[in-house]
């Protein structure tokens, strides 16, 4: 079961610019995270949001949580060649953690 | 780094051959899991742990069995590779069912030919 799905799929950018990431999941939740994935290596966590929380801020990083429509989105402000990678929501499902397909961010110089 | 190791990191194997995956922790984490990453899947659950000589499937288990008799190992084999089964394996451990975060090991590049 594939509980996130990030929107885009894809998405390039300029060094300096900020970068919007966004998840659907579809049945309720205990909280959501986000995790990224430089490329050959495993996942590194970033932020975990609650479901009675709207939203969280971890240095350059947003997340905001509308339960009401079963999103997240993660903003990455004043983004970096370094923030190139994917990233990927995942959601409780259980005693587990269900994955989406991530979206692949490029920072270009 | 959590402490987390997957071995071995690389490996080729042929179709129909028995392969064991292992995943050693250092954290004392209850929970242990395997998943698989593909091209457009993301990440997929195989199996899991919920402790010692507990597991139980995941989304993708046809054709995988897992073992844990100590808190710090969790074994993955295939039990006769196949080709299908070429992927990047990756071994996660939680301290929480879901509510904590999930540190995750380097992967294992698998080819099976």
């Known amino acids: 079961s594939q509980q996130g799905e990030e929107d885009p799929q894809a998405l390039s950018i300029q060094e300096g610019e900020n970068a919007t990431m966004n998840c659907s999941y579809k049945t309720s939740i205990n909280n959501l995270q986000w995790y990224r994935q430089n490329s050959g290596r495993g996942l590194v966590h970033l932020i975990l949001?609650?479901?009675?929380?709207r939203e969280k801020h971890s240095g350059r990083l947003r997340v905001t949580l509308d339960t009401s429509k079963k999103s997240s989105s993660l903003l990455i402000t004043a983004s970096r060649a370094a923030d190139t990678a994917s990233y990927f929501c995942?959601?409780?499902?259980?005693?587990?953690?269900?994955f989406g397909p991530g979206t692949r961010l490029s920072v270009l110089p | 780094d959590a402490g987390i190791t997957q071995s071995p990191r690389h490996k080729v194997t042929e179709t129909g051959t028995p392969v064991t995956l292992r995943c050693h922790q250092t954290?004392?984490?209850?929970?242990m899991y395997w998943y698989r990453q593909d091209p457009g899947h993301g990440l997929r659950l195989i199996h899991y742990s919920y402790g010692v000589k507990d597991t139980d499937k995941g989304e993708v288990s046809d054709g995988y069995s897992v073992s844990r008799s100590k808190t710090e190992d969790f074994l993955l084999t295939l039990e006769s590779a196949t080709s299908s089964q070429t992927s990047v394996y990756f071994c996660a451990i939680s301290a929480g069912q879901g509510i904590t975060e999930a540190f995750f090991g380097q992967g294992t590049r698998l080819t099976v030919v």
């Open positions: 949001i609650r479901s009675n929380e």
């Open positions: 954290e004392n984490h209850r929970y």
């Open positions: 995942a959601t409780d499902e259980g005693q587990n953690f269900v």
